[in-house]
């Protein structure tokens, strides 16, 4: 497992844009990963890092906390809310996102007992960010043609 910095080219060829594989090994390598992706938390307003962000092609994520493995998300009801999103392999990139405003989402833990809980509001999502992620779908693909437009602008103002 080679691990670098966050990964923030946009190349089709990084692990961003590689659908991950399930993590197998509750013995030594999920412990292996969340320690991983913990070590790369250094700030409070980090609320989500996936794997394939730091080089790792396992589908596991860190939240608040707590590192969540094999995730398999699914949306609840009909609601959908839009919020401004951004991420850390696309530094001071903001699109407004529409996405539903709950989710069930059954997982393991670093030990391999799974759960399932319902999230809502912002942890339903930063869960199907990160999600997104493990599936190689960068969050910009989720939104509009003039959402992003206007996000882009606004990065060019910025340089």
Excluded: W
């Amino acid at each position: 497992m080679i691990i670098t910095d966050i990964y923030n080219k946009p190349e089709k060829t990084s692990p961003l844009y590689q659908v991950c594989e399930e993590v197998e090994d509750f013995e030594k390598e999920s412990y292996q990963i969340a320690a991983l992706l913990e070590s790369h938390i250094d700030d409070k307003r980090m609320l989500g890092l996936a794997a394939n962000q730091i080089g790792i092609l396992k589908r596991a994520f860190y939240m608040r906390g707590v590192v969540f493995f094999n995730p398999v998300v699914e949306p609840i009801g009909d609601e959908m809310v839009k919020m401004t999103e951004g991420c850390l392999s696309y530094p001071d990139l903001f699109i407004d996102i529409k996405r539903p405003r709950r989710v069930s989402m059954t997982y393991k833990n670093v030990d391999g007992e799974e759960y399932t809980k319902t999230f809502t509001e912002m942890s339903a999502r930063i869960i199907q960010h990160e999600f997104d992620h493990l599936n190689g779908i960068p969050f910009f693909k989720r939104a509009t043609r003039y959402h992003f437009d206007k996000a882009k602008k606004n990065l060019k103002k910025k340089a």
